[in-house]
């Protein structure tokens, strides 16, 4: 059962325009959410985050929405640069005690020049 | 750079081997995780130790063991080796053990290849 889920494989946008990526979760314990950037060959990158007392997290040009009774989060990027191409993972976990982050599957996000 | 070592950065080995994965973490940070990414799957927590001690217990088989050793290095055993143990494994570090709002950083992970 997955916990956390991004439904959708791969995104295209061009470039200037804004990127929204999507991840819906389903256990109502996580309480912080990460959002990691991965290049190829990279390690994930840890990008923005924001804990459940919050609906939006903001830094740049990128924003963390947070809707818990809809248990949705989605980031927004803008505007979207070809830099910004990359897999996009969407993490959850409950803060007690342990680090055990549950991810989801990813986004492939395609900036198109 | 993230400051996490892991090595080796790729390796191939018959099925039924055993190989060990080395993950040195940033400077200063008491804790470090593994997480297995296999084909098309998020990566899956395995195991997370907090200064030399087991701190969490995730989806790790009985045939993966780890340790983290006194200079804060961890190293991940991976034994009787199957097709399917074929993944990327990634280890990461905080400093914490896992105060809420601390982040993670992530190595740029070891690619198994079982053959």
């Known amino acids: 059962d997955q916990q956390v889920k991004q439904n959708s494989p791969s995104l295209s946008v061009q470039e200037g325009r804004i990127s929204i990526l999507n991840c819906d979760y389903t256990?109502?314990?996580?309480?912080?959410f990460l959002w990691y950037k991965k290049y190829p060959a990279e390690g994930p990158t840890f990008l923005i985050s924001?804990?459940?007392?919050?609906d939006k997290n903001e830094d740049g040009r990128f924003t963390v929405f947070l809707n818990k009774s809809a248990k949705h989060l989605s980031l927004h990027i803008v505007p979207s640069q070809p830099g910004d191409s990359a897999v996009y993972f969407c993490?959850?976990?409950?803060?007690?005690?342990?680090?055990?982050?549950?991810f989801g599957k990813g986004t492939k996000l395609s900036v198109i020049p | 750079d993230s400051g996490v070592t892991q090595t080796p950065k790729h390796l191939i080995t018959a099925t039924g081997q055993r190989v060990t994965l080395r993950c040195s973490p940033r400077?200063?940070?008491?804790?470090v995780y593994w997480y297995q990414q296999s084909l098309d799957q998020g990566l899956q927590f395995l195991i997370q130790?907090?200064?030399?001690?087991?701190?969490a217990k995730g989806n790790i088989l009985e045939r993966f063991s780890a340790q983290q050793f006194p200079d804060l290095h961890s190293e991940l055993n991976l034994s009787s080796l199957e097709l399917g143990d074929s993944a990327l494994y990634f280890c990461a570090s905080s400093v914490e053990g896992g105060a809420l709002g601390n982040t993670i950083y992530f190595g740029e992970g070891s690619w198994l290849t079982v053959v």
């Open positions: 924001i804990s459940s007392i919050k």
């Open positions: 993490a959850a976990y409950s803060g007690a005690g342990s680090y055990q982050l549950t």
């Open positions: 130790y907090y200064n030399g001690e087991e701190r």
């Open positions: 400077s200063g940070d008491l804790s």
């Open positions: 256990n109502s314990m996580f309480d912080y």
